[in-house]
C-alpha cells in the first residue's frame, strides 16, 4: 500500500516560478525523505528530515514537515528546465531496516 | 565510481519464461533493495537485504526471488515470468539500516512480458 500521496499529481510552471508540491502520508515516521526522477532514470535523493523537525533547506529547495497533520511539502524556488522531473517523497518508520514507502509522484514540466 | 549498476536495461520476455536482474553496487554499502515502479502507483518494494546471505520479503513478493551471495551483488529472479510483471524494476542500495540514510538508485531495468 502507498504510505505517501502527492499533491498535485501534475504541475506546469514557467522557468523562474516557483514549485511546490505536497505530500500527506499514514502513519507515524521517523524521517520523510524527497526522490527526483528524470525521464528514462533512477530515483536520485534530494533532502531528508526527520521527524523531530519542521523545515530544512538545500540550496534552491525548502522542504517543511508537519507530523501533526501527517504531512510535507517540497519548494522549488526560481525553478529552471531542468527541474522538469518527476518527484516522489517517501516515508521510513521506525525500526523498519531503512525500508522506504514511496507516494505516487508529481510530474513538474518547466517550461521556458 | 559507477554507484548502482543494473543489467539489463531492457528485456522482452514470453510468459513461462525465467530470467535473472542483476545488480551491482560499489560503494561498501550493507543494505540493497528490489522495487517495482508501474505507472500511477510509484515504487513498491519487492525484496530486500541487509547483509550479504540474508533477505527478507517486501510489500510485494509474490513471484520473485532474490538471493545476496556477495556483499555487492543483489539478484532478482523471476520463475515462471506473468504478464503482470511487465514493469520497471529498480535497485537501489543504502548504507546501512539507520533511519537516517538515503537510498542511491540505479537506472532500472525495463522487463516487458508477452
Known amino acids: 500500500s502507498q504510505q505517501g500521496e502527492e499533491d498535485p499529481q501534475a504541475l506546469s510552471i514557467q522557468e523562474g516560478e516557483n514549485a511546490t508540491m505536497n505530500c500527506s502520508y499514514k502513519t507515524s515516521i521517523n524521517n520523510l525523505q524527497w526522490y527526483r526522477q528524470n525521464s528514462g532514470r533512477g530515483l536520485v535523493h534530494l533532502i531528508l528530515?526527520?521527524?523531530?523537525?519542521r523545515e530544512k533547506h538545500s540550496g534552491r529547495l525548502r522542504v517543511t514537515l508537519d507530523t501533526s497533520k501527517k504531512s510535507s511539502s517540497l519548494l522549488i524556488t526560481a525553478s529552471r528546465a531542468a527541474d522538469t522531473a518527476s518527484y516522489f517523497c517517501a516515508t521510513a518508520s521506525s525500526g523498519t531496516a531503512s525500508k522506504l514507502t514511496f507516494g505516487t509522484g508529481t510530474r513538474l514540466q518547466v517550461t521556458l | 565510481n559507477a554507484g548502482v549498476t543494473q543489467t539489463p536495461k531492457f528485456r522482452v520476455l514470453k510468459t513461462g519464461q525465467s530470467m535473472t536482474l542483476l545488480c551491482a553496487q560499489d560503494m561498501n554499502h550493507e543494505y540493497m533493495y528490489w522495487y517495482r515502479q508501474d505507472p500511477g502507483m510509484g515504487l513498491r518494494l519487492i525484496h530486500y537485504s541487509v547483509g550479504e546471505g540474508t533477505t527478507a520479503k517486501g510489500e510485494v513478493p509474490d513471484g520473485y526471488n532474490v538471493s545476496r551471495l556477495k556483499k555487492q551483488n543483489f539478484l532478482l529472479g523471476l520463475e515462471s515470468a506473468a504478464p503482470s510483471q511487465t514493469s520497471v524494476y529498480f535497485c537501489?542500495?543504502?548504507?546501512?539500516?539507520?533511519?537516517?540514510?538515503?537510498?542511491?538508485f540505479g537506472d532500472g531495468t525495463r522487463l516487458s512480458i508477452l
Open positions: 537501489a542500495s543504502s548504507y546501512s539500516g539507520q533511519n537516517n540514510q538515503p537510498q542511491h
Open positions: 528530515i526527520r521527524s523531530n523537525e
